[in-house]
């Protein structure tokens, strides 16, 4: 990440991180336009050696469903960067992943 990226990052994000919880975080798409998004969960995997997360804008397809995406995380010092997922192995990690996610949450509220 270049230094000209990083300081137009630090001005989008000047007055938004004061209202952003644990667990949410400012994304950028392809355009330079700003979306809030919420963390699923983050992990490592030894199986591919990379470290995930799974997030969602609180966004819902055309059946009611809530869309979550998935993207490899690299940092450069404090700068997050979300990657592709290109493989449909490193898929089914984050989809295994979000599936034991759903379960214990399931399991939590039929404990309740």
């Known amino acids: ?3 000209k990226e ?11 991180k004061e209202g952003l919880n644990d667990g949410m ?8 336009e700003e ?10 995997s030894d199986e591919t050696g990379k470290h995930y997360m799974a997030y969602t804008d609180n966004e ?9 995406y998935g993207s490899i995380v690299t940092y450069d010092g404090d700068y997050m960067k979300l990657e ?3 493989s449909e192995k490193e ?3 984050i989809e295994t992943a ?15």
Do not use: H, P, S
Request: glycine fraction near 4%; hydrophobic fraction near 35%.
């Open 35 to 44: 979306k809030t998004f919420y963390k699923l969960l983050e992990f490592d």
């Open 91 to 93: 898929w089914k990690v």
């Open 84 to 86: 592709a997922i290109t």
């Open 1 to 3: 990440m270049t230094d």
């Open 60 to 68: 819902t397809d055309e059946n009611g469903n809530v869309k979550a």
């Open 98 to 112: 979000l599936r034991v996610l759903q379960n214990e949450l399931k399991e939590k509220n039929n404990e309740e």
């Open 25 to 32: 975080f400012v994304g950028f798409n392809e355009e330079g």
């Open 6 to 16: 990083k300081k137009m990052i630090d001005e989008k994000l000047k007055n938004k």
